[in-house]
């Protein structure tokens, strides 16, 4: 973990104040993020807590759908380019798909076994790199997910700390939260990347005013139609009858 450098937190001291750990050195970190240009989230574990049952979906919070938009905001900013977003999972999330289309996110690839194959279908489909794509994750499945993107943020969970040492200490990750996801990790995530980008001040003044920046931003958004995606065998397909 790196020390903050003075008695008022820095943007990085605030999180390490609550816990977090930054596996890449800040100053690093910071060069990483200002490459990206795609966020994938899985779902299960980040979102929510994971929890299943016989008429159970998993779900979402305001907090967390609020910090995603305005990540995706502060990365539209430098060039008013839109950020490619995606949820990732292996199985079938209707909450998931919920939030997909209430806040536009471009895809959502669902039953998925092989993150890496999905990781590489979306840097195609939309003419990015992988080491433009910031992933937030929480367990094994994730893994080559991750092991495929530029920058990974792994979901703290108290109950997983041998996860948590073999991820760090094979470099599996730049960042690990002080928040679980009953916390708000998604929230955690999406302002560390905002401060760490020094655009949070004039992001949250945007979103406050509804000002012409931010009103350019939400047109571009409103217009993005969700692509839905699954596997069959090892290829990504187009989901046809999504609900």
């Excluded at 990085?12 to 994938?40: C, D, H, N, W, Y």
């Excluded at 020094?198 to 003044?205: E, H, K, L």
Aim: include cysteine; glycine fraction near 6%.
């Amino acid at each position: 973990m790196v020390a903050a450098t003075s008695s008022k937190p820095s943007w990085a001291g605030m999180f390490q104040t609550l816990g977090a750990q930054f596996v890449t050195e800040p100053a690093a970190l910071q060069k990483k993020l200002s490459r990206v240009r795609a966020l994938i989230f899985d779902w299960d574990g980040v979102f929510n807590a994971g929890q299943k049952g016989e008429g159970v979906t998993s779900h979402f919070t305001e907090p967390d759908s609020m910090g995603s938009n305005m990540l995706r905001f502060g990365l539209w900013l430098p060039q008013r380019r839109m950020p490619i977003v995606a949820v990732i999972t292996g199985v079938d999330n209707r909450s998931a798909m919920h939030l997909a289309r209430r806040e536009h996110f471009h895809e959502v690839y669902f039953g998925i076994r092989n993150k890496g194959i999905a990781v590489a279908h979306l840097c195609s489909a939309h003419g990015i790199r992988p080491e433009q794509v910031a992933c937030l994750f929480d367990d094994i499945n994730d893994l080559e997910m991750a092991q495929a993107c530029g920058v990974r943020c792994l979901m703290a969970r108290a109950a997983s700390p041998m996860f948590s040492r073999y991820v760090v200490s094979r470099g599996l990750t730049d960042y690990v939260t002080a928040c679980g996801p009953l916390q708000h990790g998604v929230r955690e995530f999406s302002e560390m990347v905002l401060a760490a980008l020094g655009c949070y001040d004039q992001v949250v003044a945007a979103r406050m005013t509804w000002n012409d920046s931010y009103q350019d931003y939400f047109t571009q958004r409103q217009a993005i139609l969700t692509n839905f995606y699954t596997q069959k065998a090892d290829q990504i397909r187009t989901a046809s009858n999504v609900s």
